[in-house]
């Protein structure tokens, strides 16, 4: 087993792991060129790096992931590695304990002993519920002659009741190292001070630790690990990682070459970054953000904001929306289904008390975009509205027309609703809204609004109209207006300002996919387009009309 490095006055030092290309795989697909890592070790090596987890070893199949994802001996055994660097893979506990006998699993994973391996180490990621599980496979990893960690996940919020008997727990079984993963990021430096101290009482052997920096605290939480007796320490180049990333190698390798008394070339390590890192981190967009602190400060799983940030239907309120949700319906465990609900966050049923036929009931309806059409057209769209005198709705905050031409304006997202409503306090028109049951934080900030109370229901794929609540298949405020202005049995819709998306923007298809839904309902009514549009309606001039 790698013993921790010493100084000259024999202070024992923390080893030091870089798990880039392990960690940095949730970005990637685990899909690194062959020309990064061969620099890449390199330059970690330069910078006093002690192991490399090279990557997962998992029995994952569906859809593509790079080598980084399966890091096979065959694959470990062609790239060009110093003899000074121990490798380290890692596997998660859930693969262990679902599917095959967990002996058949490792089998499959591990089919060469360590002595004909290039691994030394594995490590096993586990949540507490999952550590007594897991714990067998410790003495056939060991009998092929593998070291083994355990990466505790998600035990911030343990007491230390808890924490000790997971440590006493451990202590009956050869484990070489057991480690501390912050894996919410909401931990700050004297909480990760007192879970390694209670670990301690319950575990003799190495700790480790293994930060996020939702809060910006990853460096400092492992120095104050250290200083409290933690002798391995885990980092990834520029922080890449899932969500905000973790503790960044360079940075480490400058507190550690100081703490060795050992200097470090961090020379590659730098050119690498500026070269590699940086322009990834760029395409990719790990690191701390508002949206992370807040899954920090909260304990929500950080893989919510990976996702919405790579989506670009998730706006500003929607990732809050999400945030708001998840706060208070428990977000540890990342559920792709939990993403459509949390965006909704309505409360109550959908009920509503304001019926829309006694303002739309057979009359044409101009419908108000965000779009940039409104306003390239407006003096034409405003001398329509003056002569054909529709009945005129505009979205959200639209101002790109008369203020005295507008008769109503239309929301339904709370956090949307709770950031403009000030606005909404300077915009004379009624607000239709699903009044009774957005958040009452909503409801107080708009208090001092005139607003029409319409119920909204969301369940995919459907469509319903009711006198006083609708039924849409997404919480867009599209949606919910073409749904009301149908309950409101209007003779047509008419629409600007919907000039749509690029074709690969998420937020096309998914405002497409409304539009053919609605369409295709019976009650639907249509749809005519007078400004300039991406989308499948039917379009007829402004200035034809």
């Given amino acids: 087993m790698l013993s921790p490095k010493k100084t000259t006055t024999e202070k024992t030092q923390a080893i030091f792991l870089d798990c880039t290309l392990r960690d940095g795989g949730y970005y990637n697909a685990w899909d690194f060129s062959p020309d990064l890592v061969h620099h890449y070790i390199e330059a970690v090596t330069e910078a006093g790096v002690d192991v490399i987890e090279l990557g997962l070893r998992t029995r994952k199949t569906h859809g593509f992931m790079g080598a980084h994802a399966y890091t096979t001996d065959e694959y470990i055994k062609s790239l060009d590695l110093p003899n000074s660097l121990k490798i380290s893979v890692m596997i998660n506990a859930s693969e262990l304990l679902t599917g095959p006998k967990l002996t058949d699993t490792l089998a499959l994973l591990f089919p060469n002993s360590a002595d004909t391996s290039p691994v030394s180490l594995v490590r096993i990621a586990c949540h507490s519920f999952e550590f007594v599980g897991a714990l067998a496979s410790v003495k056939w990893l060991k009998d092929r002659g593998f070291d083994v960690g355990f990466n505790l996940m998600q035990i911030a919020d343990r007491s230390e009741s808890e924490i000790v008997s997971l440590a006493e727990t451990a202590s009956l079984h050869p484990i070489d190292v057991l480690y501390v993963a912050d894996s919410m990021g909401s931990m700050n430096p004297q909480q990760t001070k007192q879970t390694v101290q209670w670990l301690a009482k319950g575990w003799s052997g190495p700790i480790g630790v293994h930060t996020h920096d939702n809060l910006g605290l ?36 400058i507190e550690l070459s100081s703490l060795r008394r050992a200097k470090a070339n961090l020379v590659p390590l730098m050119t690498l970054i500026r070269k590699t890192f940086k322009p990834m981190q760029q395409q990719y ?3 701390s953000n508002p949206y992370y602190y807040l899954t920090g400060k909260y ?27 998840l706060k208070e319906k428990g977000g540890k465990k990342f559920r792709p289904e939990t993403l459509a609900s949390a965006r909704n966050f309505y409360v109550g049923k959908a009920e509503g008390s304001w019926n829309p036929k006694h303002a739309l009931d057979g009359r044409d309806v101009l419908l108000l975009g965000a779009g940039p059409g409104v306003r390239s057209h407006r003096k034409a769209v405003e001398s329509y509205i003056k002569k054909a005198k529709p009945v005129v709705i505009a979205l959200n905050t639209q101002s790109d027309i008369q203020a005295e031409l507008i008769d109503f304006r239309i929301a339904c997202h709370p956090v949307r609703l709770l950031a403009d409503c000030k606005a909404y306090a300077q915009l004379p028109q009624p607000l239709i809204v699903p009044e009774s049951m957005l958040p009452s934080d909503v409801r107080n900030a708009l208090s001092a609004k005139k607003t029409l109370d319409f119920g909204v229901n969301i369940e995919s794929d459907k469509f319903e109209f009711k006198e006083t609540s609708c039924t849409t298949p997404s919480p867009l405020v599209l949606a919910y207006a073409l749904a009301m202005i149908t309950s409101g049995s209007a003779k047509k819709i008419l629409m600007s300002g919907f000039d749509g998306y690029g074709s690969d923007d998420p937020r096309s298809r998914e405002i497409k996919d409304v539009l053919a839904l609605y369409q ?23 200035y034809a009309m």
Wanted: hydrophobic residues 35%; glycine residues 10%; proline residues 4%.
């Fill in 218 to 253: 990853a460096l400092a939480n492992t120095l104050e690990a250290i200083s409290a007796g933690a002798t391995w320490v885990d980092s990834t180049v520029t922080g890449m990682g899932r969500g905000p990333g973790n503790a960044r190698t360079e940075e480490l390798a």
């Fill in 285 to 287: 967009g790990w690191g």
């Fill in 299 to 325: 304990g929500i799983h950080p893989t919510y904001i990976q996702e919405m940030l790579g989506d670009s239907r998730y706006d500003e309120e929607d990732v809050l929306s999400v945030i708001e949700y």
């Fill in 520 to 542: 295709s309902s019976s009650d639907s009514r249509e749809l005519v387009s007078i400004t300039p549009t991406r989308y499948d309606i039917p379009i007829h001039s402004v």
